[in-house]
């Protein structure tokens, strides 16, 4: 049984908080304690989270999205193929074999969650490599690959690494020329 919630009408006086020019010191402190009241610390909190979030939502570099790509470069010196094989398979960087099959002899058991990406390059653009590995939740939230290149979306990371994109932009930008090299599908193990 639903008992019926009593609404103010219009006539009906409300008890509203004093003017803030009016606030006494009470509603700042606890008067028995001299700490503060509830009200302020519930500001204070929800302050301090809006500045952590904030603070942790950081990108390597600025960029824009243009439909399904980013086509300005994220760094400023242009991208090194061998610099980006070597992020690929780094476990402590990219780590792309773990989920991709690439033709990486580093890689001695390459994964099959993600695409194969052995011939990447003929399927997609340079503008469009950059988009998947700096901020690949943009085209897929539900994707299980990180953004790279942002840092406010990883779960388990070490107190150390949190608030810190996972790679640079240069590292990004040589992946992406690494990537974008690749148009022929080798045999990998």
Known sequence: MRLPVPTPSVTEPMDLPPPAASVSAPLLTCAAAGRPSLRVAATLLALAMLLTSAAT???CAPFQIDGDRIEQPLAEKVGEAAAGARV?????RGDCVICHRLPLPEGRFHGNLGPDLQAVGLRLSPAQLRLRVAANRHL???SIMPDYCRSGDRHRVAESHRGQPI???QE???LVAWLSGLEAVEKTP
């Open 57 to 59: 939502i950081a990108d």
């Open 88 to 92: 690929a398979a780094d476990r402590q």
């Open 140 to 142: 897929n939230p539900e």
């Open 167 to 169: 790679l640079s932009a």
């Open 172 to 174: 990004i930008e040589d």
